[in-house]
């Protein structure tokens, strides 16, 4: 039984300056629910149960069940090339010939993956996108290793439109949300604002964000899905159910589920926040038993998402800005733990004496579209410097430097905390000198 959540969401929220939050937790055959502050500064507007949220990438594992219900219904294969039933994706390189759907849905398809360009708000916005892929340039090779990609995730929903004749959105609607009995959902501008919807807030001031609305173009991605956590938990809920809705009606088929939740990619690095394994989707946890989910942000706003089939136990929570990780850790985390009898691991931390390493194998410069690095020596660690791309700027995000200490293996931690714990980053070599710089994301070196 879960107790006083309200009074913890509550007391979390005002110590971590969290403007609005709201969380669905699914333990003992009942729906608990809170929330708290407000969904906007500006408007003062309450923050409620119903209130929306930007769902962020929760969004990829929806996207990634659309794809599966073709597959159920023999109309895509996963280990055929997206060629086959997109024919004019491709990317710079030319390695589209041999990208698969498979590559797509485990982030390994190998080409940039944050390239968020607004191609309009037509319905033709996502054909457009892939035509604009043709310039995506080439990170890695298809399959070789594990990127974080949102990019692919636009294909796919592109794949899907394509397959049912249709937009992601009508399709989405059609065979997820209708069919789940989610009524606190929205897909598009229009449609939320029939809802509290929640607005981002950002930087220390936790002001509101001057732009609500995210790119059409990247919706399957994870731009424009809104939702009341308690969505998330009955979506969870359908996968702990082998793909039935709770009317019994059939998403998805047993073999699907399981697919979706099977190890199919290994992300490099050490576990946090991220998981370190990746099924068709869902990214995959061992915390003493089998945990999946997903998070997701947008500008401003943050979710959680995490499912425990063997307890039928779901927990969804939604932030509009301030510390999310703190909340994370004081509530959606002691929740886990409390309702499952699961251990969950704590965040990395530096150790008291770092060990010393060489560090000139790691040093230079690393780049990705959205982003760079610049890593050099510093005492007793490396000093990272993240400069932003134009679109991570015009989010807020500022120009850094953080100070990371050796943590084990290639892999490092900021020697201070941030948020609420320590960030992690971890280099991949070859030949003995750092190929890549990864945080979920492969950054190859320039």
């Not at 300056?17 to 055959?29: N, Q, R, S, T």
């Not at 990127?147 to 049912?164: D, T």
């Not at 249709?166 to 399709?171: A, F, I, K, L, S």
């Not at 919706?219 to 939702?227: E, F, I, Q």
């Amino acid at each position: 039984m879960i107790t006083d959540l309200q009074k913890r969401l509550d007391e979390v929220a005002a110590e971590h300056g969290v403007p609005g939050a709201a969380i669905a937790v699914w333990a003992d055959g009942e729906l608990v629910e809170a929330a708290t502050g407000v969904v906007n500064r500006n408007t003062g507007v309450e923050t409620t149960v119903d209130s929306v949220f930007q769902v962020g990438s929760t969004t990829k594992v929806w996207t990634a069940a659309l794809v599966m219900q073709l597959v159920d219904e023999k109309l895509v294969e996963l280990d055929r090339p997206v060629r086959d039933y997109l024919p004019e994706f491709a990317v710079a390189d030319g390695a589209e010939k041999a990208i698969t759907v498979r590559h797509l849905l485990t982030h390994t398809g190998g080409f940039d993956g944050d390239l968020f360009e607004d191609t309009g708000r037509g319905d033709d916005c996502l054909d457009k996108y892939v035509e604009f892929l043709h310039g995506a340039g080439h990170v890695h090779a298809p399959g070789a290793l594990f990127s974080y990609c949102n990019a692919g995730y636009c294909v796919l929903g592109a794949l899907v439109a394509r397959m049912r004749g249709t937009t992601w959105e009508r399709v989405m609607r059609e065979r997820l949300l209708d069919p789940l009995g989610a009524t606190h959902s929205a897909l598009l501008p229009e449609e939320a604002i029939l809802f509290r919807a929640a607005a981002g807030h950002i930087g220390p001031e936790n002001t509101v964000h001057h732009t609500w609305g995210m790119p059409r173009s990247n919706a399957p991605a994870g731009s424009t899905m809104c939702l009341a956590p308690r969505e998330l938990v009955r979506f969870g809920r359908m996968f702990v159910a082998g793909g039935l809705t709770e009317d019994g009606t059939r998403l998805l088929s047993e073999e699907s589920v399981t697919a979706m939740r099977t190890r199919q990619a290994d992300v490099p690095g050490i576990s946090g926040l991220l998981a370190d394994r990746w099924g068709l989707g869902f990214e995959l946890f061992d915390w003493g038993g089998e945990v999946y989910g997903h998070d997701g942000g947008t500008i401003g706003q943050s979710t959680f998402w995490r499912v425990v089939p063997g307890a039928d136990f779901a927990i969804a929570m939604s932030t509009n800005g301030g510390d999310f990780l703190g909340l994370l850790v004081d509530v959606a985390l002691p929740v886990i733990r409390e309702a499952t009898g699961l251990t969950v691991p704590d965040f990395p931390v530096p150790a008291e004496t770092p060990q010393a390493v060489d560090l000139t194998p790691y040093t230079g410069r690393y780049e990705g579209p959205m982003l760079a690095y610049e890593v050099t020596e510093g005492d007793g660690g490396l000093d990272v410097t993240l400069i932003p791309g134009e679109f991570m700027t015009k989010s807020g995000t500022p120009r850094t430097t953080t100070r990371f200490v050796h943590h084990s293996d290639h892999s490092f931690v900021t020697a201070e905390p941030k948020g609420g714990g320590h960030e992690t980053i971890t280099f991949v070599m070859k030949d003995g000198r750092a190929a890549y710089i990864h945080n979920g994301r492969a950054l190859p070196r320039a």
